[in-house]
């Protein structure tokens, strides 16, 4: 049994009925589309996550409020006591010989920043912080320098700017360094500018630094919540590291044996996988969708098969009266089938990359092809041609080459 020559005559009859089944694979092809292309850019989410969570580093911990930051599906909010500014430096004091260790507190959301007639939206972000958050935050200085113990110690009133700020005060040709702005309406002195990271959920240049001292005296009225960052010196080392903290911690906290942690350890690789895990509810849906379009599409296929034995119904008793077997014919119709599920397959696959990459260039990813997807994609289509051929082949096979000879 020639595959091939089966292959040429299922591209003759789709040739000779081009309508038809252009109008067949072409919902073939919406379907895998949608498939494929939603999956390609639910991949390239999941990827753009891992880099962006990545850029924090992957030997650091965060110790925070419980309740404070990505918290899984079905998960309640406990409310605690905050972590307090004593606490937070009792801990850096007693674990810094082993890691090094940052106090942070986010000031506000929606800061404004000030320089001469320029003015940032209030969307700023501004962070009082000490000499180690860059590197326990993974950022680094693209202009100037970072604070100094003094600066630190003292609450001098300087500022280190995101990019995204910096862009929106000065122009490119002029230096930020040295310059005296205003944030809100206190004056700050410029020491450095940020190097770029891009919007992230875990990152923004839109974001302001100032010693934490000078955050606790000049905004006073509001209400401090500390995170403590935390570096290893190793990657290999965090999951001992995390421990040790947790026993720190524990006893600065003064929390009794049989009690329960009353705060939270976030790890950039665990909020990766809590986001990426919630991202699975969509995949179930876009394959759910695209299956249901393929079996619509298979029916339509199979109608289109069932119709073209009705056609061709002179042509399969000339076929048998030359000595086809109907093992032949019912191969015959398989392949027809099988192949024009393959062409809207093939298409689908080609529009749906491009459009799950359309949608990877505007979060900011890279190109990518799945090929997992591409391959699920070509073997959905073989099984969706097979179930769809199956009746109307067995119906041809099944025909009496007399009665078929004498059909108008």
Request: net charge positive; hydrophobic share 45%.
């Amino acid at each position: 049994m020639n595959i091939w020559l089966n292959v040429l005559l299922a591209l003759k009859a789709i040739m000779g009925n081009k309508l038809r089944t252009t109008l067949t694979f072409s919902i073939i092809a919406i379907g895998i589309m949608a498939l494929v292309g939603i999956l390609t850019s639910i991949d390239s989410i999941k990827a753009s996550l891992r880099s962006n969570f990545t850029l924090l580093g992957a030997n650091t911990f965060v110790i925070q409020n419980k309740g404070i930051g990505i918290r899984s599906r079905g998960s309640k909010q406990e409310q605690t006591r905050d972590i307090t500014l004593e606490e937070a430096r009792n801990f850096k004091r007693q674990f810094e010989s082993k890691a090094a260790v940052s106090i942070s507190s986010r000031v506000s959301n929606i800061a404004t920043i000030k320089w001469e007639q320029e003015k940032t939206n209030p969307n700023i972000t501004l962070i009082g912080s000490d000499e180690n958050y860059l590197s326990a935050s993974g950022y680094n200085i693209q202009e100037g320098r970072n604070f100094s113990p003094f600066e630190i110690e003292k609450g001098v009133n300087v500022v280190i700017l995101g990019q995204g700020v910096y862009k929106q005060l000065f122009s490119s040709r002029t230096k930020a360094e040295g310059v005296r702005l205003y944030v809100g309406n206190i004056p700050y002195q410029v020491i450095g500018i940020l190097e770029e990271k891009g919007s992230s959920m875990v990152s923004s240049d839109n974001m302001v630094l100032i010693p934490l001292r000078s955050a606790l005296s000049k905004f006073s009225e509001r209400k401090f919540q500390f995170d403590i960052n935390v570096l290893t010196p190793q990657a290999e080392a965090l999951d001992l590291l995390v421990s040790d903290a947790i026993g720190l911690f524990r006893v600065v906290r003064g929390l009794h044996p049989r009690e329960e942690n009353d705060f939270a350890i976030n790890r950039s690789d665990k909020l990766a996988s809590t986001v990426i895990d919630e991202l699975q509810y969509i995949s179930l849906a876009a394959t759910l969708i695209g299956l249901i379009t393929l079996l619509g599409a298979g029916i339509g296929l199979m109608n289109i098969m069932l119709v073209s034995v009705s056609e061709r119904t002179r042509e399969i008793g000339v076929s048998k009266a030359l000595g086809a077997s109907n093992k032949m014919i019912r191969f015959q119709f398989l392949t027809e089938a099988i192949v024009i599920c393959q062409i809207g397959g093939l298409l689908g696959i080609f529009l749906g990359i491009l459009a799950g990459n359309a949608v990877s260039l505007l979060i900011g990813g890279s190109f990518i092809i799945p090929w997992l997807w591409i391959g699920l994609g070509i073997a959905f289509c073989f099984l969706i041609g097979l179930l769809a051929g199956i009746y109307p082949a067995l119906k041809a096979a099944k025909l009496d080459p007399i009665e078929a000879l004498r059909y108008e």
